[in-house]
């Protein structure tokens, strides 16, 4: 199965979902900020990499995650991806998981400011200090992400 | 093979552009095309159907909102991404020069529920630009008529 965490840039929380669906960081505590700046393509993406589903890694059950930034694409993007895994007749092999909804301010400030604006020095304690902050909620979404995951498996 | 027609929005322009495609005469009374301005439809996200070309194509039209060359990258790699073949899914971008006021129009009536006044504005701003949607047909169509 495929499972896609997007976001508006595919830098900060979709990569830090994936990190967390793969075990790539734990999930009984937050994050250092070593151990986020650790994470393939954290706050390391170009304007270039929107709309790229990038490959993160394999999950114990053998699913492969992905990440991608969307821009400003709305919740419905996560339907325009399974739509298209329907079209290949591979519905049940595919999830978007949306994870804008778990984006506080402080990440918003400090991506833009870090990957927009490119002054990283400046935006990237701000976003560190955000994603920490997010830690609790992004688990949350990757464990029913994962429930989703295992209840797709046994309908299949 | 399946072809989508993309466009800002998947039930105005890129609607119209797909139902031409498929083989239906350009008419003015082009709103009585089944999903002309259906918000229903454009707020679900997923590929409208729309029927078959004369090589059994599937044709839909899809609305990605604000950015149409980066929701045509993520479909073509998503397709190769799911082990189908890169030529199984066709993305044709179609673009009118007001179709970020046809957006912003979705967007309103989808969040002030309305209907009617959606319907008819979104007519008037397509009736201008349906000459230029159906020359952008007939080049897709030699274009996918030198590719088969």
């Avoid at chain 1, 329907?86 to 400011?113: H, P, Q, Y």
């Avoid at chain 2, 002309?36 to 194509?57: C, Q, R, T, V």
Wanted: charged fraction near 20%; include cysteine; aromatic fraction near 10%.
């Amino acid at each position: 199965m495929i499972i896609i965490y997007h976001c508006y840039g595919g830098s900060h929380s979709s990569v830090t979902a994936a990190a967390i669906h793969l075990g790539l960081i734990g999930k009984d505590k937050p994050p250092t900020n070593e151990e986020l700046m650790a994470i393939p393509y954290f706050d390391n993406t170009t304007d270039n990499d929107f709309g790229s589903i990038r490959f993160i890694g394999f999950d114990e059950y053998n699913n492969s995650v992905f990440v991608m930034g969307k821009k400003s694409q709305a919740d419905r993007f996560s339907h325009v991806l399974m739509g298209i895994g329907e079209l290949l007749g591979k519905k049940e092999e595919i999830l978007a998981v949306n994870t804008m909804g778990r984006v506080n301010w402080s990440m918003k400030l400090g991506g833009f400011t870090s990957r927009r604006v490119g002054l990283a020095f400046l935006g990237r304690p701000l976003l560190l200090k955000g994603t920490t902050k997010a830690f609790w909620d992004l688990v949350s979404l990757v464990e029913m992400t994962r429930l989703k995951i295992l209840n797709k498996v046994k309908t299949q | 093979m399946k072809i989508i027609f993309l466009g800002t929005t998947g039930v105005h322009h890129a609607l119209i552009a797909a139902y031409l495609y498929i083989g239906n005469k350009l008419e003015s009374n082009f709103q009585k095309y089944p999903g002309f301005a259906d918000l229903d439809k454009e707020a679900s996200g997923y590929p409208i159907f729309l029927g078959s070309d004369k090589s059994e194509n599937m044709v839909y039209a899809l609305g990605c909102e604000t950015d149409i060359s980066l929701v045509k990258k993520a479909i073509e790699q998503l397709t190769v991404i799911m082990g189908s073949q890169s030529d199984e899914i066709k993305v044709v971008p179609i673009s009118i020069p007001d179709e970020r006021i046809l957006l912003t129009l979705t967007r309103i009536a989808s969040i002030t529920n309305a209907g009617n006044w959606h319907f008819w504005a979104s007519g008037f701003i397509i009736k201008r630009y349906l000459s230029k949607i159906a020359a952008r047909v007939k080049e897709i169509q030699n274009e996918l008529t030198g590719q088969n």
